[in-house]
């Protein structure tokens, strides 16, 4: 099974790129069943082993609270739950199972569509009653707010590689931007990070973020050459606030298109996964000391 595992993560060429989406995000919980269940061949998956990957997936604790050697991998928060109990420890939401189940899905299927597996596609369902609601995305509160404001970042840092520490400077980086744009506009952080400095757009009074695949005026685009967005309703125009062009967003803009730099943060490293696939939010979901 992690022979399979590391062939249905392997890069394909150019044209078959669109068959990974999604492959990256079910490393995990496919690495999970392999320790699970003892790196079984796909044959030897028999209805008894699938009921025990399922009972267990409700098993896996929250990253809180958990030694940082535990939290190498899923199978190693789950041990750590087994071992010392749930006193201290809380259960993912319902949402974050289902999510898994989609990855070990996409595995699944694939293996059947590459002839290594022949059995039946077992139907996950196990959820525990502990494991917790959902909750809906939220805005900060005016409190949160200003607490995030305060920072460093915000009012003097040290210098451009310590932004979170007090010191002497302001540095308008990709981080300061990237917090100020989602704060105001509401956007993703991927799609912050993939921003070019030609999704600015004005209708000559407002100024906007253009995220639309690609524009219809200018005629039909390759494939390649369109905005690829998490969802179908990512393909928007969004206001950009007052507050970043006083700022100096334009400034920012204009600099780097007479240097020939396309990319608006051109400092914003993206994520490259085992399967190929990009993820662009990095930066600002695990910020560091950066």
């Given at each position: 099974?992690?022979?399979?595992?590391?062939?249905?993560?392997?890069?394909?060429?150019?044209?078959?790129?669109?068959?990974?989406?999604?492959?990256?995000?079910?490393?995990?919980?496919?690495?999970?069943?392999?320790?699970?269940?003892?790196?079984?061949?796909?044959?030897?998956?028999?209805?008894?082993?699938?009921?025990?990957?399922?009972?267990?997936?409700?098993?896996?604790?929250?990253?809180?609270?958990?030694?940082?050697?535990?939290?190498?991998?899923?199978?190693?928060?789950?041990?750590?739950?087994?071992?010392?109990?749930?006193?201290?420890?809380?259960?993912?939401?319902?949402?974050?199972?289902?999510?898994?189940?989609?990855?070990?899905?996409?595995?699944?299927?694939?293996?059947?569509?590459?002839?290594?597996?022949?059995?039946?596609?077992?139907?996950?369902?196990?959820?525990?009653?502990?494991?917790?609601?959902?909750?809906?995305?939220?805005?900060?509160?005016?409190?949160?707010?200003?607490?995030?404001?305060?920072?460093?970042?915000?009012?003097?840092?040290?210098?451009?590689?310590?932004?979170?520490?007090?010191?002497?400077?302001?540095?308008?980086?990709?981080?300061?931007?990237?917090?100020?744009?989602?704060?105001?506009?509401?956007?993703?952080?991927?799609?912050?990070?993939?921003?070019?400095?030609?999704?600015?757009?004005t209708d000559g009074e407002f100024y906007?973020?253009?995220?639309?695949?690609?524009?219809?005026?200018?005629?039909?685009?390759?494939?390649?050459?369109?905005?690829?967005?998490?969802?179908?309703?990512?393909?928007?125009?969004?206001?950009?606030?007052?507050?970043?062009?006083?700022?100096?967003?334009?400034?920012?803009?204009?600099?780097?298109?007479?240097?020939?730099?396309?990319?608006?943060?051109?400092?914003?490293?993206?994520?490259?996964?085992?399967?190929?696939?990009?993820?662009?939010?990095?930066?600002?979901?695990?910020?560091?000391?950066?």
């Amino acid at each position: 099974m992690s022979a399979l595992l590391q062939e249905f993560l392997r890069p394909t060429d150019r044209k078959r790129q669109h068959e990974m989406k999604g492959r990256g995000e079910a490393e995990a919980v496919v690495q999970f069943a392999i320790d699970l269940l003892g790196d079984p061949r796909m044959s030897e998956l028999t209805e008894q082993k699938w009921k025990l990957l399922d009972e267990a997936l409700p098993d896996i604790p929250n990253r809180d609270k958990i030694p940082r050697e535990s939290l190498k991998s899923l199978f190693l928060r789950y041990k750590y739950a087994e071992t010392n109990g749930w006193s201290e420890l809380t259960r993912v939401t319902t949402t974050t199972i289902k999510s898994r189940w989609g990855g070990l899905y996409k595995f699944i299927d694939w293996a059947i569509q590459e002839k290594h597996y022949s059995g039946p596609r077992y139907t996950f369902e196990c959820i525990d009653p502990e494991n917790l609601a959902p909750l809906p995305r939220d805005a900060f509160d005016d409190e949160e707010l200003l607490t995030l404001l305060k920072q460093p970042l915000f009012t003097r840092c040290k210098n451009r590689m310590h932004v979170w520490q007090e010191g002497g400077f302001f540095v308008q980086s990709h981080i300061y931007w990237g917090f100020l744009i989602c704060i105001l506009t509401g956007m993703r952080t991927g799609e912050v990070g993939q921003l070019k400095c030609a999704n600015i757009r004005t209708d000559g009074e407002f100024y906007y973020f253009d995220l639309r695949p690609f524009d219809a005026r200018n005629g039909r685009v390759a494939l390649k050459d369109m905005r690829h967005r998490k969802t179908n309703a990512g393909g928007r125009v969004i206001p950009i606030h007052h507050l970043l062009i006083e700022l100096g967003l334009l400034d920012r803009m204009q600099e780097l298109m007479d240097k020939g730099e396309e990319r608006l943060f051109p400092e914003w490293d993206v994520y490259v996964r085992k399967d190929g696939t990009q993820r662009w939010s990095q930066p600002l979901a695990n910020p560091g000391n950066t």
